[in-house]
């Protein structure tokens, strides 16, 4: 599967970072690191076929967005566009199609990055040129819907995070990431699971918590309007519904989880 990005500042650097998976591109553990992403088959540099950045100060207002567009866009089947200007990001659509792309993402990690009604808008000019859309607030909140971009969320191992977790004697002995959250957190926060008890559940939160924003998680702390919250805080709540799901999902599997891995915590 072939992807395009188009992206400006740093939050686009950071997914493709985490796509890539450069060898220093997570130094959260510091000197405690043990490379848990030391693993070539999490390299998709491979399959990103073209990134395009957003550079300078843009007007408020975009009668034509051509100037600021390539051209034509070479040959791929999953666009994901990050942080666009809204008049250019209407544009991408049919610029997508016409390389071939079957699905348009459109994360959103702050507010201002989809104003009221363009999604909508979005939505409609997709449907008319058979993409696929999903515009995922935050961007860890996208999960396997319709055909291509359910196949982009299990190839690529980005989206909603999902955490195969192990669990004796009342702590967490394992944590592997199944599904990271696209900026790369999910990792990180996985090795602070290790050796963690569940019989306290304030006490694992705080920890899944401490751990996603000393990432740092970067999404947005400005309330958002659809959200009611913070999307910064929806980020939250997600990887901590999924940590908490991981367990009880070992425990359900574990034939004495009562009494000798989870001890009825769950």
């Not at 490379?35 to 550079?55: A, H, M, Q, T, W």
């Not at 007007?59 to 567009?69: E, G, K, N, R, T």
């Not at 935050?138 to 819907?145: I, K, S």
Request: some cysteine.
């Amino acid at each position: 599967m072939r992807v395009f990005i188009f992206y400006a500042g740093s939050f686009g650097e950071r997914v493709i970072g985490n796509l890539v998976n450069f060898r220093n591109f997570c130094a959260s553990c510091g000197d405690t690191c043990v490379y848990c992403r030391d693993v070539p088959s999490l390299c998709y540099g491979g399959n990103i076929i073209g990134v395009y950045e957003f550079k300078g100060n843009l007007p408020s207002y975009i009668d034509d967005a051509a100037p600021y567009l390539p051209e034509v866009l070479p040959a791929h089947d999953v666009t994901i566009v990050i942080n666009a200007h809204p008049d250019i990001l209407m544009a991408i659509p049919e610029l997508a199609a016409k390389a071939g792309s079957k699905a348009l993402i459109v994360p959103v990690e702050e507010p201002k990055w989809m104003p009221p009604g363009l999604g909508q808008q979005l939505a409609e000019k997709c449907g008319k040129l058979s993409l696929e859309f999903a515009a995922p607030k935050p961007f860890c909140a996208l999960a396997e819907q319709g055909e291509v971009i359910a196949r982009f969320v299990r190839e690529f191992r980005i989206g909603r995070p999902r955490i195969e977790v192990e669990v004796a004697g009342g702590e967490i002995t394992a944590a592997r990431v199944l599904c990271s959250a696209p900026c790369g957190s999910t990792y990180f926060v996985a090795q602070k699971l290790k050796r963690r008890s569940v019989k306290d559940e304030g006490a694992l939160n705080e920890v899944i918590s401490g751990a996603h924003h000393a990432y740092p998680c970067t999404a947005s702390m400005e309330r958002d309007a659809e959200l009611k919250d913070t999307i910064l805080h929806k980020a939250g709540y997600i990887i901590r519904e999924e940590v908490w799901r991981g367990i009880v999902e070992f425990c359900e599997r574990s034939k004495d989880s009562k009494n000798k891995h989870c001890s009825g915590q769950i």
